[in-house]
């Protein structure tokens, strides 16, 4: 059996490879960018850890915009030393370590593996895991993932993340967008692009939101974990590049939900989708 690292190998390239080097390129883009506050962290008196499993084209992303934005974060690899070049580009308070050392720092783990690495990672991290905000950002794809990805599609894949991840306090996030558009579309002027979040924990989904604004997007929450099949791969939302109103109105939301319900009553889930767009985690 694959340990999580190993699966993770499957989809994450860092280091000196192409990919590190086009992220290395994204974070001193979004660095010099300027113009971002770090009001999200300066209020609070104890600012948010972060950790990354999977710091490819969108954990890879966010660690940048979270970096940005004044956050303390490690990033993992299976090979740790790969990602030094993009933590010394992303500044002092950006930290390499293992999957299991990044889901011990933070306090809030994102999760952005490819979706058949999930229940190996739910498995070999629980105990680092236990009791903290997860943020799942992975899709099953079929091709990719094999059968599995055409079970969590059929359950949805909130609930399906759910049974990989027992203990923790999880949000489906970061799902629907694209690593270009992530890259390309955080703070934009104008109506900011919406990234809609589902989760059963009231907290979990707060923090959730604070990350969404701290990266340059605006949170739609849309309900429980059962409801983000409503933006999985394939969904009318999918991908989309939509305002939080667009968003809102897309979805039927008439209002914010509060956390584990719904402003309206969810519709008939679709029938798991065939296909979608590549990949990006």
């Known amino acids: 059996m694959r340990t999580s690292a190993e699966a993770i190998k499957a989809g994450v390239k860092s280091g000196r490879s192409p990919r590190a080097m086009v992220l290395a390129a994204a974070a001193a883009a979004i660095l010099a960018a300027g113009g971002i506050s770090r009001a999200a962290v300066s209020h609070h008196s104890r600012p948010l850890k972060i950790g990354i499993i999977g710091t490819g084209r969108i954990g890879g992303t966010l660690a940048s915009l979270w970096a940005k934005a004044g956050y303390e974060l490690t990033i993992s690899s299976r090979h740790p030393e790969e990602l030094q070049s993009l933590a010394h580009a992303l500044g002092p308070k950006v930290h390499v370590g293992t999957p299991r050392e990044a889901a011990a720092f933070g306090d809030v783990v994102l999760i952005s593996v490819p979706y058949g690495a999930l229940p190996q990672v739910g498995r070999d991290l629980a105990p680092e895991l236990a009791g903290k905000i997860v943020l799942d950002t992975g899709n099953p794809y079929p091709q990719r993932d094999g059968a599995m990805a055409l079970e969590a599609r059929r359950k949805g894949t909130g609930v399906a993340s759910a049974q990989y991840l ?31 979040l589902a989760g059963d924990d009231p907290r979990a989904l707060a923090v959730a939101e604070r990350l969404v604004r701290a990266a340059g997007f605006a949170p739609v929450v849309v309900g429980g974990l059962a409801r983000a099949r409503e933006f999985d791969v394939g969904t009318p939302v999918y991908v989309k590049l939509l305002t939080a109103r667009e968003l809102r109105e897309k979805l039927g939301l008439s209002r914010a939900p509060a956390a584990g319900g719904a402003a309206r009553q969810a519709p008939t889930p679709p029938p798991p989708p065939a296909a979608g767009p590549a990949p990006s985690n």
């Open 166 to 196: 027992p203990g923790v306090r999880l949000v489906r996030a970061f799902n629907a967008i694209t690593a270009p558009n992530l890259a390309s579309q955080a703070h934009r002027s104008g109506e900011l692009v919406g990234i809609p």
